[in-house]
């Protein structure tokens, strides 16, 4: 059962743009929403991270949006560079048990 | 070196052959995890443990069992490999910084990429 559903699944956007990556999670269990990022044929690596009692959260270029009574978040990548380009997964972690269900994943390419 | 680390990087088995990946963590971490990686499905949960002696099915268990007898290893074997066992598999741990409000995320190894002909 999905509980963690992210779009779009894929993304092309030219450097300098801002991508906007979207999720949306079922669960009100979860207590920590973090957003991994992957590049070929490596593990995901923790980007950033944000709990739902915050409604913005900014590390450098990347933003996570919170919206609590939407049950929703998003990722905003601020003036995107071709190095960007990756795979990002959302996520949401369960507190009781710490198991974080995964978005499917987003392609994202930033063209130079 | 610190960290978590995967071994093999890439195998090749045969059908119905017994395959074991190994996962070893420096961190004493007490939470670790085997996930799937297949296109258009992202990540999936195979097996989980919260601590040495204690596992659990995930979201896609059947044909692969696990043991964690210490702490910082969790090897995962495959019974009887099969052709929808070819992925790439991913072992994570995490652990906190003295008290859940610091809980750092899950790390990840690199990953082994296995192949079932």
């Known amino acids: 059962q999905q509980q963690v559903k992210q779009s779009p699944q894929s993304l092309i956007v030219q450097k300098g743009g801002i991508p906007i990556i979207n999720c949306a999670y079922e669960?009100?269990?979860?207590?920590?929403f973090p957003w991994y990022q992957q590049f070929p044929g490596k593990g995901p690596a923790l980007l950033i991270a944000?709990?739902?009692?915050?409604s913005e959260k900014k590390e450098g270029r990347f933003t996570i949006s919170f919206n609590k009574s939407a049950k929703q978040f998003s990722l905003h990548i601020m003036d995107s560079q071709p190095g960007d380009s990756a795979t990002y997964f959302c996520a949401a972690r369960r507190y009781r048990d710490d198991k974080i269900i995964f978005g499917k994943g987003t392609r994202l390419h930033i063209l130079p | 070196d610190a960290g978590i680390t995967q071994s093999p990087r890439y195998k090749i088995t045969e059908t119905g052959r017994q395959v074991t990946l190994m996962c070893h963590q420096t961190?004493?971490?007490?939470?670790m995890f085997w996930y799937r990686q297949d296109l258009g499905h992202g990540l999936r949960l195979i097996y989980y443990?919260?601590?040495?002696?204690?596992?659990d099915k995930g979201e896609v268990p059947d044909g692969y069992v696990v043991s964690r007898s210490k702490t910082e290893n969790f090897p995962l074997t495959l019974e009887s490999a099969t052709r929808s066992q070819t992925s790439v598999y991913f072992c994570a741990s995490s652990g906190y910084f003295g008290d859940k409000d610091r809980w750092y995320g899950y790390t990840f190894g690199s990953g082994t990429r296995l192949t079932v002909v």
């Open positions: 443990s919260a601590a040495a002696d204690i596992t």
């Open positions: 961190w004493s971490h007490s939470y």
């Open positions: 944000i709990r739902p009692d915050v």
């Open positions: 669960n009100t269990a979860f207590d920590y």
